[in-house]
């Protein structure tokens, strides 16, 4: 095998393949033209279609044979659909979508113990795959066909989201009682968290440190994922909702480059998201939407495009860097 290896999206991510691949003597090449190997991660439906089926997208533009490794997160749908259509090209695509292990990392790339993921596609790629992720990640689960690794991505989203999301909940009960008139005295202890990740989750908020490299454009980008995959089996998950719902609103208000532990902030006066960014007057212009007209349509407000031309009322849609959420 030659030592070629391109990448292709979000530049955390990037730093990563290049540091692993780099340490097997892999060179690095600007274009997947050139590539024995491309790797991918997108937090956008849209970007990661375009990268692989726009004008001149991968699909077209990588040598016949080459490894198409994905680390995005998407659905089993999509990547069945990657995969037929890649395979038609004589391409060998992979789906290895990344699971940041310790959500309250400040730097969860830096070190491959915070990371792993799952591996899926063909047998013989799958093992080929293996051998170049194990120098990226710390896990790497082999789970079967085009999309199984895609569905125990989405399947470990559901439980994470959920778990992280329950401890900040219950971080902000305590705060908001001892805030309260009738504050419990010589309070011993404090939340308790259910996993490491839940710890690790708990002690950036208690330090109010809310930067790091996996951020809440990327745990959104998990949820939703997840959530589509529910929807393409007609499959109602309430409680992904509700969590994606506040993710999204922190998004609006500025924070999607911001830990996950950010979320906690909706929690607390307005102030205190000031002091890292987030604006709830961004909210209020958001949300503050005018249904008035008789036949109930909306009113052209301009906010129901961004940018890309997309409808800014799909709360599945990101592209643009811009998350949109449910109206």
């Known amino acids: 095998m030659s030592n070629r290896f391109a990448f292709q999206g979000h530049q955390s991510v990037g730093a990563l393949v290049r540091r692993g691949m780099e340490g097997l003597a892999w060179v690095e090449v600007d274009e997947p033209v050139s590539a024995d190997v491309v790797f991918t991660y997108f937090t956008s439906l849209q970007a990661l279609e375009d990268a692989y089926f726009g004008e001149g997208g991968i699909a077209q533009a990588a040598p016949s044979g080459a490894l198409l490794i994905d680390l995005s997160p998407s659905t089993p749908s999509f990547a069945q659909e990657l995969a037929s259509l890649a395979m038609v090209s004589g391409l060998r695509p992979i789906e290895a979508p990344l699971a ?22 063909e047998e013989a790629d799958v093992e080929e795959a ?4 194990s120098c990226v990640v710390g896990t790497a689960s082999r789970t079967g066909a085009a999309g199984s690794a895609q ?9 994470t989201a959920s778990q992280i999301v329950a401890v900040i909940e219950a971080e902000a009960l305590y705060a908001a009682t001892q805030r309260s008139v009738s504050a419990i005295e010589n309070l011993q202890g404090s939340v308790g968290a259910v996993g490491p990740q839940s710890a690790s989750v708990l002690e950036r908020i208690a330090q109010d440190r809310f930067d790091a490299t996996y951020t809440v454009e990327m745990f ?7 959530m589509r995959a529910a929807e393409d089996v007609d499959l109602i998950v309430p409680q992904a909702e509700t969590v994606m719902n506040l993710v999204q609103l922190l998004a609006v208000l500025g924070g999607a480059d911001k830990s996950p532990a950010a979320v906690s902030l909706l929690y607390r006066d307005e102030d205190d998201g000031r002091r890292v960014g987030l604006d709830w007057a961004r909210a209020r212009a958001y949300y ?3 249904r008035s007209d008789d036949e109930g349509d909306f009113e052209d407000d301009g906010l129901d495009e961004c940018e890309c031309g997309h409808d800014s009322r799909d709360s599945n849609h990101q592209c643009c860097g811009k998350h949109h959420a449910k109206r």
């Open 100 to 121: 940041v292990v310790d959500l309250g990392a400040a730097d969860a790339f830096s070190d491959m113990s915070r990371l792993a993921c799952f591996v899926g596609g």
């Open 130 to 133: 293996l051998s170049l992720m």
């Open 151 to 159: 569905l125990a991505r989405c399947a470990l989203t559901l439980q």
């Open 220 to 226: 959104l980008a998990e949820i939703a994922a997840a």
């Open 288 to 290: 503050d939407v005018d």
